[in-house]
């Protein structure tokens, strides 16, 4: 590998591109660390938005009034408001709160994947739940007039159905996540965008750095929209218009 | 009509009203086990509301209906209505297969789900249930690679496997062209010659004539005449039945 | 579908349509007394109570708000303007226009709005010079510029999206009365676009104004530092749950609405197919 960080070093002094994430070693084990924080952080807050989201829908569908009304004003709280006041609502104002003996309870890290997932959640349970009215009631009727039991209507035809039509939604919400996790700056983590700032604060190629880290964002984002249409196209149902 | 055994459906003076319109005024009726039942009637005149009444999908506001030992109109929880619907299946107008399961798993879901039989003889039951209906080659096709007739063929044999003692059709083949009609209606020919109880909801008149032993004529959520289809479709008695014979035939 | 049921069936409660209510107000007022007692719960006595503390820092707040409101007015307009120019130059006959519109849109839309932000900030020099004057840039403008940016993406995508939602037989009545293409765009297709493009277009406001908190961590003078410079005036813990509850309503106040209007807007203009 050391011939291709020379090739950087000459591509310094030949153009003035200077960047150090790849011939200095220091630097580029600190770009490494971000880039697998921000994958660190999109990764865990996906899977958990997910699980908020689906746990939300069934919320919302069920029958008692109390919990309606509570996953409404959830959603709404955390779509109509910006995503970084709640980041330090949580980080500043609960983890203020939650003090244990030894410091804080959870670390800024541990701060911003909860309000990112939350706030990913919101969205995640209207997309879910926008899929679970689309599936006809006849449908439902008809699983009904087999014997399924609502649970099990559910599980096994509902869901299914409702997945795949929140796929699109779905991974335009994912994609926001990704985007998102630049947020976690604020409170100091770790993430790409504060480990770049670093690095162009200390070697001063800030126009560099800045396209780097564009195109590190357009990798991830790619990656994910990658991911999602081969998920997409696996559970495609031939002759279904989803 | 009724007969010295019991009749297996029971229908007595059902009140059933939506807001403030009422859609069935006091409908009675009688089913005997075997006994082919077609209700005929203008739109809106309540008819797929009163299948739904039977297997418990709507509940009355007032009387009673009694399939087998099963006191629909007193079924309060879910496990009660799924043990009704383990003895009545209904086939609807729009087919209502499950998309993402192929036409075999369709047949087979409810059976190993909600009956927990073995999936292995439910299997067997349901590749000669496909065959039963015309379908044997069509097990691995999707819903949506299907045709109307074929769907429907589908969810019939699909109603089939769960050995139900009283099969309700709703219109079922009013979303389809004549000729895919005729292969509809030869699969439910067959089940009654075999013994099935039906009741159905058509228009199609023809079948009705054919294979019912009584047709039920209703109108504004009334049941305004019953007979055999030979008196019924010949020698109407009421005048609103004969005006929309002869609007229909 | 279920031809026999009679149309006029009862909806259930649970889709029956929220309205902008009192009652809804109260809860929210409720919620933060909630928060404000809970704060005031770690109030040494002899310090003044927080809804003082929080009643004495409105009016400093309350400035920095209306930036931040002033900063998406003006970040929706340049957005607005240039998207609808991305919007149309992506139905262009010319392929190198319709792609470099592509790359253009699918370059901001992909970046993080933070990550442009910081764009903007350190890219764009702090004055320019033109014909001979010398015009500084102050650091809200670079926000605003580097806010636009996205916005002028996602304007782009709505307009693109509603334009091609327009059956073609509009485009051939048009050139059918010797309308050239900028022509039938601009007059005809265009203006049809406007009340479907409405509801995304007014959620995009909401997000944008969401996002102008972004501006606090570059350096902008906005509600957010203000609110961090009063807490750190004030320097006392349990003020924070009390200040971020109070910015946090204050947004909530102004983007749900904006929320409940779109669902409206929404179900009128729904594009039937």
């Known amino acids: 590998m050391q011939p291709v960080w020379d090739w950087f070093r000459w591509l310094n002094q030949a153009t003035g591109i200077n960047l150090t994430i790849f011939y200095d070693a220091f630097d580029r084990t600190r770009f490494a660390s971000g880039f697998w924080m921000t994958v660190k952080l999109s990764v865990i807050c996906i899977v958990l938005s997910i699980l908020i989201g689906i746990l939300g829908a069934w919320a919302q569908g069920s029958r008692h009034r109390i919990l309606r009304g509570a996953m409404h004003w959830y959603i709404q709280a955390f779509r109509n408001t910006p995503p970084l006041v709640q ?17 804080p309870l959870v670390t800024n890290v541990g701060w911003a994947i909860v309000s990112l997932s939350f706030f990913a959640g919101a969205f995640n349970v209207e997309i879910f739940r926008a899929g679970i009215e689309a599936v006809p009631r006849t449908t439902i009727e008809a699983a009904a007039s087999l014997g399924f039991s609502r649970w099990q209507t559910y599980r096994q035809i509902v869901f299914p159905l409702a997945f795949r039509i929140s796929l699109p939604a779905l991974n335009n919400n994912l994609i926001n996540l ?30 560099v750095m800045m396209n780097v880290l564009l195109l590190c964002y357009f990798l991830l984002v790619g990656i994910v929209v990658w991911m999602m249409s081969r998920w997409e196209r696996a559970v495609r149902v031939p002759g279904f218009g989803v | 009509m009724t007969d010295s055994i ?56 007032q009387g009673t209906i009694r399939v087998a030992r099963f006191q629909v109109n007193a079924l309060k929880t879910d496990a009660e209505k799924i043990a009704l619907r383990k003895e009545v299946s209904m086939v609807f107008q729009q087919y209502n297969l499950f998309p993402h399961k192929t036409a075999l798993e369709n047949v087979m879901m409810a059976p190993i789900h909600v009956l927990r039989e073995d999936p292995k003889e439910v299997r067997e039951r349901a590749v000669a249930l496909m065959a039963k209906v015309g379908l044997q080659t069509k097990q691995d096709a999707y819903p949506g690679e299907l045709s109307g007739g074929q769907q429907q063929r589908v969810a019939i044999a699909r109603s089939l496997a769960m050995r139900p003692e009283v099969m309700l059709f709703d219109e079922v083949t009013a979303a389809l062209d004549p000729e895919t009609v005729k292969e509809v209606l030869n699969a439910i020919k067959e089940l009654a010659r075999e013994g099935m109880t039906c009741i159905l909801v058509t228009h199609e008149m023809r079948f009705a004539r054919e294979l019912a032993h009584e047709v039920i004529f209703t109108d504004g959520g009334k049941i305004v005449e019953s007979a055999p289809p030979a008196e019924l479709f010949d020698h109407p008695k009421q005048e609103r039945t004969k005006a929309f014979l002869s609007q229909v035939l | 579908m279920n031809v026999l049921l009679p149309i006029n069936l009862p909806k259930p409660a649970a889709s029956a349509p929220w309205r902008l209510e009192v009652s809804h107000g109260v809860i929210l007022a409720g919620l933060f007394v909630v928060g404000c007692g809970l704060a005031q719960a770690q109030v040494v006595p002899g310090q003044p109570s927080v809804l003082d503390t929080i009643a004495k820092w409105t009016p400093v707040l309350a400035k920095g708000f209306v ?26 006959l010319l392929a190198p226009v319709r792609g470099g519109a592509w790359l253009t849109m699918n370059f901001f839309r992909n970046a993080p709005w933070l990550v442009l932000l910081f764009y903007c900030m350190f890219l764009i020099p702090f004055q320019v010079t033109i014909f001979g004057k010398t015009i500084p840039i102050p650091d809200w403008t670079k926000a605003t510029l580097g806010l636009a940016l996205p916005v002028m993406a996602n304007v782009a995508e709505v307009v ?82 009390a200040f971020y509850s109070y910015v946090l309503l204050w947004f909530f106040a102004y983007c749900y609405p904006i929320a409940r209007w779109t669902v409206r807007l929404e179900a009128r203009y729904a594009v039937r197919q």
């Open chain 1, 178 to 207: 990704v985007k998102t996790t630049t947020l976690a700056y604020a409170i100091a983590v770790p993430e790409m965008l504060y480990v770049s700032s670093q690095i162009w604060s200390d070697e001063l190629n800030v126009p």
């Open chain 3, 160 to 241: 693109r999206g509603a334009i091609q939602s327009i059956p073609t037989t509009q485009w051939e009545a048009a050139s059918s009365l010797a309308f050239n293409r900028r022509q039938a765009l601009w007059m005809i297709i265009i203006p049809q676009c406007i009340k479907r493009m409405l509801p995304p277009w007014m959620n995009l406001y909401a997000i944008l104004t969401m996002s102008t908190v972004l501006a606090s961590i570059v350096g902008v003078d906005e509600m957010m530092t203000q609110t961090q410079r009063a807490l750190s005036a004030e320097a006392r813990p349990g003020l924070l749950l």
């Open chain 1, 87 to 103: 980041l330090y609502f949580f980080y500043f104002g609960l983890g203020s709160l939650i003090t244990g003996v030894t410091g």
């Open chain 3, 67 to 92: 930036f931040n409101l002033a900063i998406s007015f003006v970040a929706m307009t340049i957005g607005t303007m240039a998207g609808f120019f991305l919007g149309a130059a992506q139905i262009s």
């Open chain 2, 6 to 61: 019991d009749p297996i459906v029971e229908v007595r003076d059902v009140h059933l009203s939506f807001g403030t319109t009422e859609v069935l005024s006091g409908v009675s009726f009688d089913v005997r086990k075997g006994g082919v039942v077609c209700i005929i009637g203008p739109s809106g005149a309540g008819k797929s509301t009163l299948l739904r009444c039977i297997n418990g999908l709507v509940p009355i506001n």
